[in-house]
């Protein structure tokens, strides 16, 4: 189903990983688009030449995230010709340590709950969804290492 089209492809950052200037994303996606519809709205992302599938753990409080993986297992595209990027939550309003914050155990809790509701071995980019003042950029960095 992949085509170039039109589409105009960048790298990510200084990364050689090509991805379209255009990407879907599915922030509340649950509450605002029925999943026939989410399913049609990445099939024409896909025709028109979007790779990059963008989510997050706190949206819809993972529930996007899950919806995100059963949209990919409808449209049933090869893995490899898809970016799959998620982000890691920092607010401190859930559960202390494990669900907050871009410490090294978050970090890692996170990824591991994302790819479960994501039905997915790997991701290809998890961001930091937000500035955590709370923790060393140091620890930040060892976490995403």
Sequence with gaps: MFQKANMEYRNLGNTGLLVSVLSYGNANSRNLIPFEKQ????????????????????????????????????INEPR??????????????????????????????SVKG???????????VVFAHSYDENTPIEEIVRGFH
């Design 39 to 74: 399913v049609e709205i990445a099939k024409t992302c896909l025709q028109n030449g979007i790779n990059l599938f963008d989510t997050a753990e706190v949206y819809t409080l993972g529930q996007d995230e899950e919806d995100l993986g059963r949209v990919l297992k409808e």
């Design 80 to 109: 490899e010709r898809l970016v799959i990027t998620t982000k890691v939550w920092t607010a401190p309003d859930f559960d202390i340590n494990s669900t907050s914050g871009t410490n090294k155990k978050h970090i890692k809790e």
């Design 114 to 124: 994302s790819l479960k509701r994501l039905q997915l071995d790997y991701v290809d």
